[in-house]
């Protein structure tokens, strides 16, 4: 089975600075996708960043960024400059095929001002 | 584009009452999915369908139906809905192959009493 592990239930961060979020998962394949969704308040799914597993290059999406360790299988992200509209539910996922997605349980993001 | 689209936003139901979650989507998408999210579970994968006429079950597919007669809808079915089935339930969608970017609807919030 496929598991997506996220090992910090909530995590808070001053703003303006930066912050990571921690994801970790289990497969025996070679070839998937990685993702990063924001659930803010409104409970809207909102895509911030994917990673393909055959990419070496870790994604950026302005002031995010992840770092992939295929090896690890470790799939963190990096918030840089963090907002307050940062400010959110934070799910890491994993998919092979696109039909089946595997979520995380879930970081909640506190931003202080 | 309207997107995904799931109506009703929010419902009660009696225990062993029946309802039908309808989820919509005009992007052409081949394939779309139902998760539930529970509290400290993230989102979990309930059906799926690759194409009009085509579904398959996720990690928790007991108490529900789905069918998909047209591209566009993929509805959810509770036969006999049980305290269990208290989530909130999300539709998504994709175009499947190699773009594996999901799309999600806004939620629609079940309790059943």
């Known amino acids: 089975a496929q598991t997506v592990t996220q090992s910090q239930p909530e995590m808070s961060v001053q703003e303006a600075e930066t912050v990571t979020l921690s994801c970790t998962y289990d497969?025996?394949?070679?070839?998937?996708?990685l993702f990063w969704y924001k659930q803010p308040p409104s409970r809207q799914m909102i895509l911030v960043i994917r990673q393909e597993a055959y990419k070496q290059q870790n994604a950026t999406e302005n002031r995010f960024s992840v770092n992939f360790q295929k090896a690890a299988k470790s799939f963190s992200l990096k918030i840089s400059d963090s907002q307050l509209g940062d400010a959110a539910m934070y799910f890491c996922?994993?998919?092979?095929?696109?039909?089946?997605?595997?979520f995380g349980t879930g970081t909640s993001l506190t931003v202080i001002p | 584009n309207a997107g995904v689209t799931q109506t009703p936003k929010f419902q009660v139901l009696k225990t062993g009452q029946s309802m039908t979650l309808q989820c919509a989507q005009d992007?052409?998408?081949?394939?779309m999915s139902w998760y539930r999210q529970d509290p400290g579970m993230g989102l979990r994968l309930i059906h799926y369908s690759v194409g009009a006429g085509i579904t398959d079950q996720g990690e928790v597919p007991n108490g529900y139906n789905v069918s998909r007669s047209t591209t566009e809808d993929f509805p959810l079915r509770l036969l006999s809905a049980a305290p269990s089935q208290t989530s909130v339930y999300f539709c998504?969608?994709?175009?499947?192959?190699?773009?594996?970017?999901?799309?999600f609807g806004p939620g629609t919030r079940l309790l059943v009493l």
């Open positions: 497969t025996s394949e070679s070839d998937y996708y």
């Open positions: 998504a969608s994709s175009y499947g192959g190699r773009a594996v970017t999901q799309y």
């Open positions: 996922a994993y998919s092979i095929t696109g039909n089946q997605f595997y």
């Open positions: 992007m052409n998408h081949e394939y």
